[in-house]
């Protein structure tokens, strides 16, 4: 899968990092997998200011170092209270400082706050023009939040929206994913995981999912995210801090379901008939 920006295609499969900065003794043994990640495939890095409060960004900006840089396509979001012209140029700095990096190939607002997209959007192109960003992006929009996005001028340059999606969640296919298709704004698909292991519990227990996984001699988490990826052109971005875990989520990009799997698991985990609320954590 190709970027405009980025030379070497996108690996469908990424790496998430909400968790990994937040214990410090597992620091080294965390960085050192986000290296392993990246000398098995995978070339997409998910972070943020957020998580562990800048302690998932060190461990992240840890385990890049010693790898080209222009092989990573590195992620990164800022709180919706750092979006305005004052203080964004400020939070993307920080960002960059604790990752070890001059730029990023994609900058996100986490989630839509109080400050007019306007001044974000604007406050994102000179921050693009000085070339501390490649690209900018949104996560947690909804189908409204996106036309609204797109009515404001530099909006209709982002071609990334992150959200959360995952078998047991699929309200976005509604009418957010037939938009986004239709203007060209690619999905990261957060928690492919359903994130607790509860939730995942549910998902991986139906029996549709185990036999779909058996007849690809797969697990039910692999079943999951090649189910999330299936379009293409979606990017799912699982976390993990067991190295095991990232190779078996790696190879799940091999799996490619058919149209029969694809029936069944729609028949388990049916899509949305209405629109729904965005589903976020
Ligand atoms: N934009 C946003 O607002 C937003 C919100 C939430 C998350 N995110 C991003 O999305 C990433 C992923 O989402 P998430 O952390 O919520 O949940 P997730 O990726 O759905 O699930 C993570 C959990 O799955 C386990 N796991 C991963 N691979 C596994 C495997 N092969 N077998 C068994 N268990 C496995 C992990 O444990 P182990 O470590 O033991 O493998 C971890 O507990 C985050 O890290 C973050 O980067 C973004």
Do not use: C
Not at 24 to 51: C, I, K, S, W
Not at 133 to 161: C, H, T, W
Not at 237 to 259: F, G, M, Q, R
């Amino acid at each position: 899968m190709q970027d405009a920006k980025f030379t070497p295609p996108l690996f469908p499969i990424g790496l998430g990092s909400w968790h990994i900065g937040d214990d410090p003794e597992a620091a080294d043994h965390n960085a050192q997998t986000v290296r392993f990640a990246l000398d098995h495939g995978v070339n997409v890095l998910d972070t943020a200011e957020m998580y562990g409060d800048g302690a998932s960004e060190t461990v992240v900006g840890r385990g890049m170092a010693g790898v080209d840089r222009d092989k990573v396509f590195l992620i990164s979001k800022f709180y919706p209270w750092h979006a305005s012209a004052r203080d964004l140029p400020r939070a993307l700095e920080g960002s960059l400082r604790r990752l070890n990096t001059d730029y990023l190939d994609l900058y996100l607002l986490h989630w839509p706050g109080q400050v007019p997209l306007a001044e974000t959007i604007k406050t994102l192109q000179d921050l693009q023009r000085q070339g501390l960003i490649k690209q900018y992006g949104v996560s947690n929009f909804d189908a409204a939040a996106m036309q609204e996005l797109f009515r404001v001028p530099g909006g209709s340059e982002v071609q990334y929206n992150e959200d959360l999606y995952h078998l047991g969640s699929r309200g976005i296919e509604y009418d957010l994913l037939p938009w986004q298709r239709q203007h060209g704004v690619r999905l990261i698909a957060y928690s492919p995981l359903a994130h607790d292991w509860q939730t995942r519990q549910k998902i991986t227990g139906k029996e549709t999912l185990r036999a779909v996984a058996k007849a690809h001699g797969a697990t039910p988490f692999q079943i999951m995210l090649a189910w999330a990826i299936r379009d293409g052109q979606t990017i799912a971005i699982p976390e993990s801090t067991n190295p095991d875990h990232v190779a078996t989520n790696i190879a799940a990009a091999k799996i490619t379901l058919t149209k029969q799997d694809l029936a069944a698991l729609d028949h388990a985990f049916p899509g949305p008939t209405q629109p729904e609320a965005l589903d976020v954590l």
